[in-house]
Every structure is written in structure tokens, then in C-alpha cells.
């Protein structure tokens, strides 16, 4: 059967996240992998030469620290730490890239590696856009049946309701208590690297799959990425559902007391009104298969 045109943009998005991450580790992982030794041959050098520790010996060694941490190195690791630019985290990065999330962590250090990024980003960003507000649509039309299907407001409150407690629990709250369990963090550290992730905001002071210390499984960090494209979906959903509650209250509100506007703008809201609630029920403009994946 025909693709339809939100699993076209599924694809296409997973495709550019693969080739993406692929391009990623060819262009930056040797580089890496030579800035990697060259911080441990400095730090031998340092701990062979440096037995008195002057301020001259200490200010060198911290700008080698520094290098060393602004070219993705990890200064408490060794060689033998895994790479920042495996397939699983060039994917991660990939993902970081085209939503705009940016931790600041880990960036490519090679011209080649920064010129690819530029272009990555100028086509990766649209194409994100496009695939968050289709899968958006998709939710937001599956949501519009579930309510038209319900046979009381009372059971459509309760399902609508489950529906956002489901999202929350599988986006917001289970994530949090894998990534506190992964990483040994608590619970509220888990949340705040999720809320910082999701809201696009990324300090860049904590990230998954950064501890030299840990041995994650290799998918790790691809699986983080995924959560961050579906979550970002979900929470789309959630923002324009919160927009067209509060501006149908608004509208209502000037229904309620009309001698406070004018007919002019009571006709502009109650127009309004009715195109945002229409964001529920707009499965007849895209009923063609387009969301049936």
C-alpha cells in the first residue's frame, strides 16, 4: 500500500538521523581519538616532570584540562574510554542537532566535521519541524476521535484525561527514573535534565552517557535521542491543546458579558473560537490516509 505522508516524513527524518550520525563519526571520531592520546601523553608528561608543583606548571596543565574538555575529551577518563563519536552517540548528537537542543558538551572539532554541521542543521531543522508538526496533527486528529466517539462529556473528560496522564507517565516521568538509575542520579536531576532537554533549553550540565566511569549498553544514547523526538511530538500536542482551551475561555468570556465589546469583536472571537476548536475535529481535511501509519 501507499505510504502515507506522515510515515514518509518518519522515514525520511530517521534516514537523515542515520546518515547523519554516520558522517558525524567518520569526520570526528579520529580526531578525537588523537586529541584523546595527546591529553594523556600531557598528563604523563606532567606527572613525570612536575613532582614541585609551581603556578607556571599548574596554569599549563589547567589550559591543557581546558582544551581537552572543549574538544569533547573527558580530562578524568583514558584512551581506552569509549568514544564520543560511536555510531550510538553521533546519533544522539545528530538528534541534538535538528532540534535545536545544542547541550554544548560536544561539538564537531574538525573543519571538515563543522562545515557538515552547518549544512546538516540548514536542512535537518525544516525537516524536524515538518515531521513534529505532522505527528502533532496525527495525535491532535486520534485525540478529535476519541472524543466524538465518547458518549458522555463525563467519560470524554476521563479519557481525555487518561490520554495526557499516559503521555506524561511515558515521556516525563518513567524517562527520568531510567536515566537517575543509568546515570546515578535522583530522581530530581533526572527530571531536570529532561525538562532542560525537552523545553530546547540544553545547559549542558547534565547529559546522558557522559560518565567515563559507566558502562552503558550501546544503544543507549540512540534510544535517548528517539525519546527526545517523540517527546518533543508529544508536548506540541499539549501546547496547542493549552492554547485553544484558553482561547476558547477567552471567547466565552466575552459571550458571557457583551456590553464589554464590540459586535465587531465579539464576530473576530466567536470566528476564532471556532477555527481553534476546529483543532480537534480536522480529521476531514486530513482523513486521506495521511495519518494512518
Request: aromatic share 14%; net charge neutral.
Amino acid at each position: 500500500s501507499r505510504l502515507s505522508w506522515t510515515a514518509l516524513l518518519a522515514l525520511a527524518h530517521l534516514t537523515y538521523l542515520l546518515v547523519g550520525a554516520i558522517v558525524f563519526q567518520i569526520l570526528e571520531r579520529e580526531a578525537e581519538s588523537n586529541n584523546r592520546n595527546h591529553f594523556q601523553l600531557e598528563k604523563l608528561y606532567f606527572l613525570a616532570n612536575y613532582t614541585c608543583l609551581d603556578r607556571e606548571a599548574l596554569e599549563k596543565f589547567v589550559q591543557v584540562i581546558l582544551h581537552a574538555w572543549e574538544t569533547g575529551v573527558n580530562p578524568s577518563g583514558n584512551s581506552t574510554n569509549p568514544s564520543n563519536w560511536d555510531f550510538s552517540s553521533s546519533f544522539f548528537f545528530a538528534g541534538t542537532v535538528v532540534t535545536t537542543i545544542g547541550y554544548g558538551n560536544l561539538s564537531p572539532s574538525t573543519v571538515s566535521g563543522q562545515v557538515f554541521c552547518v549544512f546538516y542543521a540548514l536542512c535537518g531543522i525544516p525537516l524536524n519541524l515538518a515531521f513534529l508538526k505532522q505527528l502533532g496533527k496525527c495525535l491532535t486528529i486520534h485525540l478529535g476521535r476519541l472524543e466524538r466517539g465518547m458518549v458522555s462529556q463525563a467519560v470524554e473528560v476521563i479519557a481525555v484525561g487518561l490520554f495526557f496522564i499516559t503521555g506524561s507517565l511515558l515521556f516525563l516521568v518513567v524517562p527520568p527514573l531510567l536515566f537517575s538509575y543509568a546515570e546515578g542520579w535522583s530522581f530530581g536531576e533526572g527530571f531536570y535534565f529532561a525538562f532542560i532537554t525537552l523545553s530546547t533549553i540544553g545547559f549542558g550540565d547534565y547529559v546522558v552517557g557522559t560518565d567515563p566511569h559507566k558502562d552503558y549498553i550501546s544503544v543507549y544514547r540512540s534510544l535517548a535521542g528517539i525519546w527526545i523526538i517523540f517527546a518533543l511530538a508529544w508536548l506540541a500536542l499539549i501546547f496547542n491543546v493549552g492554547a485553544r482551551i484558553m482561547d476558547q475561555l477567552y471567547a466565552n468570556e466575552l459571550l458571557l458579558a457583551p456590553g464589554r465589546r464590540s459586535r465587531s469583536q465579539l464576530k473576530t472571537h466567536r470566528n476564532r473560537s471556532s477555527a481553534q476548536s476546529g483543532a480537534f475535529h480536522i480529521d476531514n481535511e486530513w482523513d486521506g490516509g495521511n495519518c494512518q501509519i
